[in-house]
């Protein structure tokens, strides 16, 4: 009876197991093998075990332009989200005294998302454009004396995309976290003491960690694996990674897409290998 029961937990996880083989290992081994192939541009992909496309790649100061793009919007972006998810959870954990209202406004912040990334994108044109909403505002008010080029179709564009998309993958984690913080020890604080500021430094945030190591790997995730917001927002003014990749599979370069592929996941694993390095998330999540 014990060496069948041995097997239980073997047949339980074996569904799993199966789903993670053919839709995570098995394409990611394909694009790995697709990279060394051979491109020719009459005869297409020849089966060959070539570094062909990893060399050509790198040498490409266009290459190394369009990750520069990537990693700079990245940055901005993950700031600029930690800073404001930061305080909407701080807001809804500890100055919002009723847990139903605090959901309530949480839901809020999820509304957004029930319309499709798409439409939501081509709704800031009227918003930002030449003769949008934004610049007649101002031209009628007299602020400024001409409509300003640069809210659409320039890197402010694309940094309020990615912005406004990816907040709340940032909120989530935070309000997760913040949540599990004994509302007495910034009391406790404040009585010994201590100013409101220095609680939120050395209490609320430390004990924030958990939720923003995962809000930031959502978010370095989101945007560097994104080709949607930057193509629109920008109006091809910009680049990204996976524009590049993008172009190759246009013209039918499969080897260097996928060594640019294999490329961008190595950048986002050594991310995100950094980051539970610094925050040990499954320890924390399992206090």
Avoid at 79 to 102: D, E, K, M, N, Q
């Amino acid at each position: 009876m014990s060496g069948k029961s041995s097997w239980i937990p073997y047949l339980q996880v074996t569904p799993l197991v199966l789903v993670l083989l053919l839709f995570f290992v098995v394409p990611i081994a394909l694009v790995v093998i697709v990279s060394f192939f051979r491109y020719q541009m009459l005869t297409g992909l020849t089966p060959a075990f070539t570094f062909a496309s990893y060399l050509d790649f790198l040498s490409n100061p266009t290459t190394w332009w369009l990750y520069f793009s990537t990693l700079k919007f990245t940055l901005i972006v993950l700031v600029l989200t930690f800073v404001i998810g930061f305080w909407i959870a701080y807001f809804l954990v500890f100055h919002v005294r009723s847990l139903i209202i605090a959901m309530g406004l949480f839901l809020v912040c999820t509304v957004p998302f029930w319309t499709s990334d798409i439409i939501r994108m081509i709704a800031w044109r009227p918003v930002l454009g030449r003769e949008g909403l934004i610049n007649d505002a101002l031209v009628s008010s007299g602020v400024v004396s001409h409509p300003l080029s640069w809210l659409l179709y320039s890197n402010f564009s694309v940094i309020l995309a990615y912005v406004y998309l990816d907040t709340l993958f940032m909120i989530v984690p935070i309000f997760n976290s913040m949540a599990r913080i004994d509302r007495a020890l910034l009391e406790v604080a404040v009585d010994a003491g201590a100013s409101r500021w220095a609680a939120i430094r050395d209490i609320v945030l430390p004990l924030s960690k958990t939720g923003i190591a995962l809000g930031a790997l959502f978010v370095v995730t989101l945007v560097m694996g994104d080709f949607f917001v930057i193509n629109v927002m920008s109006g091809g003014l910009a680049g990204s990674a996976m524009t590049g990749m993008a172009n190759d599979l246009q013209v039918l370069n499969y080897p260097r897409a996928a060594a640019n592929a294999v490329i961008l996941l190595v950048i986002v694993l050594l991310i995100a290998s950094g980051i539970f390095r610094l925050v040990d998330v499954r320890r924390e999540l399992v206090r």
